[in-house]
Structures are given as C-alpha cells and as structure tokens.
C-alpha cells in the first residue's frame, strides 16, 4: 500500500476557507467510504475530526467538513480560527482485513 | 469517557528493546482491536499493526514483521507493544489508537481510529 498524496501545506486567513485533498486509489479511497480525518497539534497525539467521509463527531466544529469524488477525498475548513493550525491526516480503509489501513502523507495548515 | 493512557518516555541503547504499554479506560476492552502507529520527529504517521484484543491475534506491517510482538492482558485492559533491536530510525513517538471497524468478511471495514493514547516518546541513542 502507498501513503495516500496530501498537500505538504495549505494556509488560509482568519475566517477564510482552505481544503485539503487527499488522493489515492480505487482499492482504498475510491473504494470505500471510510476515509477519515485526523488533526494533529504539536506535541500531541491525533484526534478525529472526520469520520466515515463526512461524518463529525460530537464536539468538532461544524466547520470542518468532509466529501469525497472519486479516488479523492477532502477536508474544508470553513471560517478559519487560530486554533485550527495544526497538521491533518487522512486515512482510508484499504480492503484488506489484515492491512486494514492507510494514511496520507500529512499536511500542515497555516492561519495567516 | 474513552480513554488509551500509554506509558512513558524511553530512552534506550540502539540493540536494545523497548516495550509501550497502552490502558484501555471507558469502553469494553476486548471489543476493539488496538492499532499501533508511530511517527518519526516531523514525519507522517506510520502504521505498524494491530492486536485483536480479545483473542489476541496480531498482524504486523511487513517492514516490523521480524521484531515487533504485541500483546494485551485483558485482566488490566492494557496492550502492550515491544520492539527489539532497535537502531537510531526507531527513534519516534509511538501512538495506540482504538480501532472502530463494522462487518465480518467481506463486509469488514475499518471506519475509524478513536480514541489515540497520548503517545509514548522513544529515543534510541548510543
């Protein structure tokens, strides 16, 4: 399995709006809805912001946002805020019960 | 509320072995598989493997097939991840998340990870 292909950066200003793709396969994100959406703040650990393509869990901003076409999926972030610089990864179910999984490459958003 | 509380941060000896452990908290433990994945200073996520916290099977990556071993003890609700023979490229922080997957067989899909523990720090340095 190949990491999935994100931006390596993407910024934005204060109440703006920035996406970030995330690009792989028919045998993973073509294939499934089961891509998911991670943010990443230095020094700490990954949290979910987007599940199952579009799906938010309880407590995430509305304004993270969730589609996918295609072989790419993608993240908006609506309305910026400073708190939402941070690093994002997706992820997608990749067919295999045994390697279930696959990650993208990462992208940093800057709030200018 | 869910929760994974790893252990804390290593240093060790490159040729040394190190092993993470990871306390499941407000969820059935052997409900969910747990996932391994680690992340190299300002690198990407790398996924590892994972162990069927119920009936103990486990898959590696093929690149940590020959020295990684995970196991859990389901009396403490913990998992456990050791790697051995380490060298300066095992220098990472290493994450436990709960895997959140749908469906037998075909049907299988692995939706989502959540929770993450807060990630164990392991330096390797001579």
């Known amino acids: 399995q190949s990491a999935l292909t994100q931006p390596r950066s993407v910024s934005g200003s204060l109440g703006q709006s920035v996406t970030i793709s995330c690009t792989g396969t028919?045998?993973?994100?073509?294939?499934?809805?089961?891509v998911s959406w991670y943010q990443q703040h230095p020094g700490t650990a990954p949290k979910l912001v987007i599940y199952?393509?579009?799906e938010r869990p309880s407590g995430v901003p509305d304004r993270f946002s969730g589609s996918k076409s295609g072989n790419t999926a993608s993240l908006l972030i609506s309305g910026l805020q400073a708190e939402d610089e941070s690093d994002y990864y997706c992820?997608?179910?990749?067919?295999?019960?045994?390697?279930?999984?696959?990650f993208g490459t990462g992208t940093s958003v800057t709030v200018l | 509320q869910m929760q994974l509380v790893q252990s804390g941060a290593e240093v060790k000896k490159p040729g040394a072995s190190v092993k993470v452990s990871c306390k499941a908290s407000g969820y059935p433990f052997t409900g969910h598989y747990i996932h391994w994945v680690r992340q190299a200073p300002g690198q990407g996520l790398e996924w590892m493997g994972w162990i069927n916290s119920n009936s103990g099977d486990t898959k590696y990556a093929k690149m940590f097939q020959d020295r990684v071993t995970m196991t859990r003890d389901t009396s403490i609700s913990t998992a456990y991840m050791e790697l051995t023979r380490l060298t300066s490229e095992d220098t990472a922080v290493y994450y436990c998340?709960?895997?959140?997957?749908?469906?037998?067989?075909?049907?299988?899909?692995?939706?989502?990870?959540?929770?993450w523990g807060q990630g164990a720090l392991v330096i390797v340095s001579s």
């Open positions: 028919s045998s993973d994100v073509g294939g499934y809805n089961c």
């Open positions: 998340a709960r895997a959140v997957a749908t469906g037998v067989g075909i049907s299988f899909r692995l939706r989502r990870f959540d929770p």
């Open positions: 199952d393509v579009s």
């Open positions: 992820c997608s179910y990749a067919g295999s019960y045994t390697f279930p999984s696959v």
